[in-house]
């Protein structure tokens, strides 16, 4: 069985959060969803399952960090090109996300930038072509 991501978030607004996660290109999976719970689908191995506090508190006994004021994930994404970063980008941006919290990244082989959710969680889109990668660090091609 292929592995799969199951990326949990606590959300203060779940409609808010959902509406935002479909406008930026995930799909809903109904199936997987409540009045407290979104599950939203980037791929067939990759899902954000979006959680209303009270929800995500059954999860944990550690306090809900504020994601606008402090840091405990970067979420990266990756992109099929250069151009494909950008437009999620600009999904992002479209539907109200601050974008590029974190400075751009653009190497030549990797380019990426980021956007952060209603709730402030980090999500990096990245773009690298591995051959040309490889070919510029030897010991990637080791690993």
């Known amino acids: 069985m292929t592995k799969m991501i199951f990326v949990n978030l606590p959300v203060s607004d779940l409609a808010r959060a959902t509406a935002f996660y479909q406008a930026v290109g995930a799909e809903k999976n109904e199936q997987f969803c409540d009045e ?24 944990t006994p550690k306090k809900i960090a504020d994601a606008r004021t402090s840091s405990e994930v970067l979420i990266c994404l990756s992109a099929d090109s250069r151009g494909a970063v950008d437009e999620m980008i600009g999904k992002a941006q479209a539907a109200g996300s601050g974008v ?8 030549g082989f990797m380019y990426g930038r980021s956007f952060e959710d209603p709730d402030g ?7 690298m072509d591995v051959a040309a990668a490889t070919a510029t660090q030897p010991a990637m091609a080791d690993a």
């Open 100 to 107: 590029d919290p974190c400075p751009k990244q653009d190497y």
């Open 36 to 59: 407290t719970a979104s599950c939203m689908v980037f791929s067939d191995t990759i899902c954000a399952m979006l959680l209303t506090h009270d929800k995500f508190r059954q999860f």
């Open 121 to 127: 969680h980090i999500w990096e889109v990245m773009w």
